[in-house]
Each structure stands twice: as structure tokens, then as C-alpha cells.
């Protein structure tokens, strides 16, 4: 099987497995010494369900200044629901809150495995599908002094931490497209790249990485005061605005089906394009004066690269639809087997829904693709 492998910003292609360094650096000092504070990498995060951002029942509408406390893997005095900002549209708070976790949990794998001189690693989400991590150390690693290697140790777990929780992420919309149930008797489908989803996910990553960088205070601390200020940033409104604001898109953007929300928009964007995922504002939002959108930039790999590092990142997607899966990226061929890299697999996945999208009569989707 060929497979594409990206150390940093280069594209190689080879043969899947190739380039897999299975034996570890020589351990430089003791183990366990770098940590950023308030997260633990043998602590993964909890199950947070998201909420459809649809005025529609089971739906909460949040107050911006009433989000209470962020907590690492749930506090009971912190709220999950929809906020409406006017420069970002829908923000679902269990989304962001996903993400940073995510983002913080696998910055402090990565920084636990470089100070063990790990060359590979693997870790799993929610989902059954198996990620597979290989680096490749500067080759002057071992002549850096101590202080050095932890400072850029610490920088390059922080992109590449928010950078794998972005691919699962993405990874995990995909995924609910194609048929994957985390509930056997609910579908998520009517969710998969809903209109909010991706910039919320987003959003998660860019404020993890900020709280990554504030080693003064606890990592929940420092993340419920950036959670406070983006959407101060972002224009977010009142509940009652908000509510207001998605009840005027009904049948537009959403619609009720007896005791079914139908999802109508959607958003691809995972930045293939411009490297920028570019959220969408609703149109009866009035109480925004002519707003911009404001877009955010994917995680990259372009500053581990610069410290030397290289980077290679596969999935084993160990579930029910992996051939549908396999076969809509690659085509109807033996040779389409995992593990898959993202940097091949995404876009031409990407394709392929986009063009389901239209099949299925989603409106949107239809005008996105006809735009390319």
C-alpha cells in the first residue's frame, strides 16, 4: 500500500510503514519533570455531548457572562450550550470545551513523550479509530542543554497537540457522515459538519494554546478567562438575542420533524483552501451592525518544523464504515486499506461529502461546490 507521509511542511509518499522509527532516543535525565500545569497525560478527557445550535427543544441558549468555570474533564459548575456572537455566528460551548481539552491532554503526551525521547506513539478519542504518531528529533537534540530542549519542547507540543485534536476533530465529523454511531441507537448524522461545528472546534484549539503558554496559573483557570474574553472579542449576545436570532432561521437553516431536528446548513470548511476556517453568520441577526466574519487559522506544523522536528500522523479507523470510508477516498481497490494519512485523506474526502452533500439536496452544499 502507498501512503503519504508530511514531516513538517514536506509531502513524501512511500510505502505505509516506511518510515516508522519503532526504537526511542537515549533518555536524557529523569522522566516525568515536564508537565504543563494543571494537566496530566495519563489523564484523557471526559465525553462531552455537543447541542444542536437550532431553536429547537433540549436547546439551551447561553448568557456569554454566565458560563460559569471551565473544568478538565467536566465541572459541575460550568454550562454547555449555544452562544451567538456576531463576528462568529453560533458558538456550541460543549464543542470549544471538547476541543480544549483535547488540545490541552495530547500538548502534555507529546511533551511527556519528547522529554522520554518516545519516537512514536499512539493515543485514541472517543471514537474507536487508533491514531498513530511518529517524530523525528533534530538531529542535534542531544547537544541542546537541558533548558533549551524543554522551552522547545514545550513549543512544539503545544502546535502539535492543538494540531492532532483538530485532525480528530475533523476526524470525528467525518466519521459521523459516513454512518458512525457513539450511540448505536442515535445517529449523528444530522450533526456531521453542522454550520457550527468546525469554527467551534477551532476556536477550542486557538484558546488551549494560549492557556498552554500561561504556566502562572492552572490550565482551567487560565482558560475561563480566554474562553471569557473571545467572545467578548467575537460579539456575543444575550440568550434571549440569541434565541431570537436562530428561531428567524427555522426552516432555512434547521427545521422540526415531529420530535427530530433536521439540520439543512452545513459547513465544510476545515481549511484545505486557505488554511483559515471561516464561520457562518445568519442573516436575521440584526443586532449586529454589517458584521465581518471572523476567520480562524488551522493548527500547522510549520514551528516544529522550524525547531527540527518532523512529524508523521496516521489513523487506523477501526470502525463499521471503514470501507465506505476507504472506498470514497481512494476508490474500489485492494489497496485501499488503513491505516490513512489526513494530509492525503482529508481532501479527497472532503470531495467526495461535498458532492454527497449536493446528492442528498443540501441546499448549501450545492451552492459551496458550484462556487469552487
Request: aromatic share 10%.
Given at each position: 500500500?502507498?501512503?503519504?507521509?508530511?514531516?513538517?511542511?514536506?509531502?513524501?509518499?512511500?510505502?505505509?510503514?516506511?518510515?516508522?522509527?519503532?526504537?526511542?532516543?537515549?533518555?536524557?535525565?529523569p522522566s516525568g519533570?515536564?508537565?504543563?500545569?494543571?494537566?496530566?497525560a495519563?489523564?484523557?478527557?471526559?465525553?462531552?455531548?455537543?447541542?444542536?445550535?437550532?431553536?429547537?427543544?433540549?436547546?439551551?441558549?447561553?448568557?456569554?457572562?454566565d458560563?460559569?468555570?471551565?473544568?478538565?474533564?467536566?465541572?459541575?459548575?460550568?454550562?454547555?450550550?449555544?452562544?451567538?456572537?456576531?463576528?462568529?455566528?453560533?458558538?456550541?460551548?460543549?464543542?470549544?470545551?471538547?476541543?480544549?481539552?483535547?488540545?490541552?491532554?495530547?500538548?502534555?503526551?507529546?511533551?511527556?513523550?519528547?522529554?522520554?525521547?518516545?519516537?512514536?506513539?499512539?493515543?485514541?478519542?472517543?471514537?474507536?479509530?487508533?491514531?498513530?504518531v511518529?517524530?523525528?528529533?533534530?538531529?542535534?537534540?542531544?547537544?541542546?542543554?537541558?533548558?533549551?530542549?524543554e522551552?522547545?519542547?514545550?513549543?512544539?507540543?503545544?502546535?502539535?497537540?492543538?494540531?492532532?485534536?483538530?485532525?480528530?476533530?475533523?476526524?470525528?465529523?467525518?466519521?459521523?457522515?459516513?454512518?458512525?454511531?457513539?450511540?448505536?441507537?442515535?445517529?449523528?448524522?444530522?450533526?456531521?459538519?453542522?454550520?457550527?461545528?468546525?469554527?467551534?472546534?477551532?476556536?477550542?484549539?486557538?484558546?488551549?494554546?494560549?492557556?498552554?503558554?500561561?504556566?502562572?496559573?492552572?490550565?482551567?483557570?487560565?482558560?475561563?478567562?480566554?474562553?471569557?474574553?473571545?467572545?467578548?472579542?467575537?460579539?456575543?449576545?444575550?440568550?434571549?438575542?440569541?434565541?431570537?436570532?436562530?428561531?428567524?432561521?427555522?426552516?432555512?437553516?434547521?427545521?422540526?420533524?415531529?420530535?427530530?431536528t433536521?439540520?439543512?446548513?452545513?459547513?465544510?470548511?476545515?481549511?484545505?483552501?486557505?488554511?483559515?476556517?471561516?464561520?457562518?453568520?445568519?442573516?436575521?441577526?440584526?443586532?449586529?451592525?454589517?458584521?465581518?466574519?471572523?476567520?480562524?487559522?488551522?493548527?500547522?506544523?510549520?514551528?516544529?518544523?522550524?525547531?527540527?522536528?518532523?512529524?508523521?500522523?496516521?489513523?487506523?479507523?477501526?470502525?463499521?464504515?471503514?470501507?465506505?470510508?476507504?472506498?470514497?477516498?481512494?476508490g474500489?481497490s485492494?489497496?485501499?486499506?488503513?491505516?490513512l494519512?489526513?494530509?492525503?485523506?482529508?481532501?479527497?474526502?472532503?470531495?467526495?461529502?461535498?458532492?454527497?452533500?449536493?446528492?442528498?439536496?443540501?441546499?448549501?452544499?450545492?451552492?459551496?461546490?458550484?462556487?469552487?
Open positions: 500500500m502507498l501512503s503519504a507521509s508530511v514531516f513538517g511542511c514536506r509531502q513524501t509518499v512511500r510505502l505505509a510503514g516506511s518510515a516508522v522509527r519503532q526504537n526511542p532516543l537515549r533518555r536524557i535525565g519533570g515536564w508537565t504543563f500545569n494543571g494537566l496530566d495519563r489523564v484523557p478527557p471526559s465525553y462531552r455531548p455537543g447541542s444542536y445550535a437550532s431553536a429547537t427543544r433540549r436547546v439551551t441558549f447561553l448568557d456569554p457572562a458560563l460559569g468555570p471551565h473544568g478538565y474533564r467536566f465541572d459541575g459548575a460550568e454550562r454547555s450550550g449555544i452562544v451567538y456572537t456576531c463576528r462568529a455566528g453560533h458558538i456550541d460551548i460543549a464543542h470549544v470545551r471538547k476541543a480544549i481539552d483535547w488540545t490541552g491532554y495530547l500538548a502534555a503526551v507529546v511533551l511527556d513523550r519528547i522529554e522520554a525521547g518516545r519516537t512514536t506513539f499512539q493515543f485514541k478519542q472517543i471514537e474507536p479509530s487508533l491514531y498513530h511518529d517524530l523525528t528529533f533534530p538531529d542535534d537534540w542531544t547537544d541542546l542543554d537541558d533548558g533549551q530542549r522551552r522547545i519542547a514545550r513549543e512544539v507540543a503545544c502546535d502539535l497537540g492543538a494540531h492532532l485534536a483538530w485532525t480528530g476533530l475533523t476526524w470525528h465529523e467525518i466519521l459521523t457522515w459516513f454512518g458512525y454511531r457513539f450511540k448505536i441507537w442515535q445517529s449523528e448524522f444530522p450533526s456531521a459538519f453542522s454550520w457550527e461545528d468546525n469554527y467551534s472546534n477551532l476556536l477550542g484549539t486557538r484558546i488551549a494554546v494560549a492557556a498552554l503558554g500561561d504556566e502562572s496559573r492552572p490550565f482551567d483557570e487560565v482558560v475561563t478567562d480566554l474562553l471569557d474574553e473571545w467572545l467578548v472579542e467575537l460579539g456575543a449576545q444575550p440568550a434571549e438575542a440569541a434565541e431570537e436570532i436562530t428561531g428567524a432561521m427555522r426552516d432555512r437553516w434547521f427545521s422540526s420533524q415531529g420530535f427530530f433536521v439540520i439543512h446548513e452545513r459547513n465544510f470548511d476545515i481549511g484545505l483552501d486557505d488554511g483559515h476556517v471561516t464561520p457562518r453568520l445568519a442573516p436575521t441577526a440584526v443586532v449586529c451592525d454589517d458584521p465581518e466574519p471572523r476567520p480562524l487559522a488551522i493548527p500547522t506544523l510549520d514551528r516544529p518544523a522550524r525547531h527540527g522536528f518532523l512529524v508523521r500522523v496516521q489513523i487506523e479507523p477501526r470502525v463499521w464504515e471503514e470501507r465506505r470510508i476507504l472506498t470514497a477516498a481512494f474500489p485492494d489497496e485501499a486499506t488503513g491505516p494519512e489526513p494530509v492525503v485523506a482529508f481532501p479527497l474526502l472532503m470531495d467526495y461529502i461535498e458532492r454527497d452533500a449536493v446528492a442528498r439536496g443540501i441546499p448549501r452544499a450545492e451552492s459551496e461546490v458550484a462556487g469552487k
